[in-house]
């Protein structure tokens, strides 16, 4: 049974969120994406130290932090998001940085590899029920002609995630171990929590889509079935996992390049990284929002996918730089420009995926996204690395893992090619449509 929304969302506009409230819900999101990556990828910093605390491989080192947290963090989203397309996403989202919180805070009294790991599973576990119903309720709260942007200040919380975390990872580990380093980042988020089910309402699902119809959620096979058969949406998801993959590789593996090849202390390698991918990474993924919605309404909205396909190419030869150079100094400086323009691709597919799927069908859709994009990116993209050096490292020694972070370009390039191939699908359907309506709009999509 489906019921049209335009009069309960007139109805709500004397109580629907006024300006200041959606700003702060998306500033607590915000913080609730950046303390999931605090607690992610604080095991980049960490990994030289646990490496040899614990006598690891790159290879066992790689698993954990990348394909075994992602099998679970990525499986359980779906079933998380059906919920969330059902119930009360605000609770869903509080109850989940509890878990993972108190995970992150456990990982610290890990004294063996398989006791790590278990922990790492059960972080992955409760990050798995927050990012789509976060999507969904962006997409509720923000119209679509600025929803790219929302979505790309959504995401800079990964790079604000990374600069806690390896800023509060490389100094922790130096003062008192990396131990405490783990406990430190996990307790906030049990407060944060507590913020977002106390201070947060749920807002009314596709109040920021009038006219749209609301149907009850499908079934699983009805979303995969709806998104294979939009080819946006499908190159979106594919360069946006690719990325992901060199992303989440470069991430968890570069601070350990650092310390290892340049013998770069982790309090300074997590000081310059955090500027680095923190704060150049946060100015870079905002960026690639606000352009993505400027140039489509200048250009065309073709220029959402363009942009990508641009940034990651310009990215390449710099990161190339970086893995190659001789002294640190060096490889912090080429480091700029892909630590900028990495994120570029972020807010523009979650909003992407929001605005092209119908309204009952955000969450799961968002976390079929979120799944090709981890079990691809956070699941094989460490491992790869890590696999690649340990099989080098007879020929090349420690020099290994400059040739495994290099590799990574043949997936850079590949990654580019979707968002090319995508924009120009975009392209292709405004000549279809009738002069003035937008290509993205929800009506075209769903017809």
Known sequence: MSRDISDEVSHMTRGTEPQRERRYV?????????????????????????KESLALTDTQLGLMTGLMFALFYATLGMPMAMW??????????????????????????????????????????????????????????????????AMAIFATGVNFGILIGFLLGGWVNEWIGWRWAFVIAGLPGLILGLIVRFTVRE??????????????????????RTMMQKPVVLHFVLGSALASFVGYAVVLWVPVYFVRIHEVGTGIAGTWLALLIGGGGALGTFLGGYFADRL??????????????????AALPFSLLTYFSDTA???FVAFVIPSILGGVFIGPTFAMVQ????????????????????????????????????????????????????????????????????????????????????SDSPTIERG
């Open 296 to 313: 489509s309404t200048r250009l065309g909205p073709s220029w959402r996918s363009w942009i990508i396909a641009i940034a990651i190419i």
């Open 84 to 149: 969330a397309d059902r119930g009360n996403r605000r609770n869903i989202i509080a109850l989940s940085i509890s878990l993972w919180s108190a995970a992150t805070a456990i990982c610290g009294a890990a004294s063996t590899y398989v006791q790590l790991l278990i922990a790492r599973i059960f972080v992955g576990v409760g990050e798995a029920g927050s990012n789509p119903p976060s999507h969904s309720i962006i997409a509720d709260l923000y119209e679509p002609e600025v929803r790219t942007t």
């Open 26 to 50: 998306l500033a607590v999101l915000v913080l609730v994406f950046a303390s999931s990556h605090v607690d992610r990828q604080i095991m980049g910093i960490l990994g030289q130290p646990i």
């Open 355 to 438: 605005s092209r799927m119908p309204i009952e069908m955000r969450s799961v859709a968002a976390s079929i996204n979120l799944f090709v994009g981890n079990i691809i990116g956070l699941g094989v993209g460490p491992y790869a690395v890590g696999a690649i050096s340990d099989t080098l490292q007879p020929t090349y020694g420690g020099d290994s893992l400059r040739y495994a972070l290099s590799a990574l370009a043949i997936v850079s390039i590949w990654s580019a090619l979707h968002f090319f191939l995508g924009g120009r699908r975009i392209r292709d359907e405004v000549l279809l449509v009738a002069p003035g309506t937008p």
């Open 329 to 331: 100094f060096q490889g």
């Open 203 to 224: 807002p009314i699902r596709g109040q920021s889509d009038p006219g749209a119809m609301v149907n009850r959620p499908p079934r699983f096979p009805v979303v995969i």
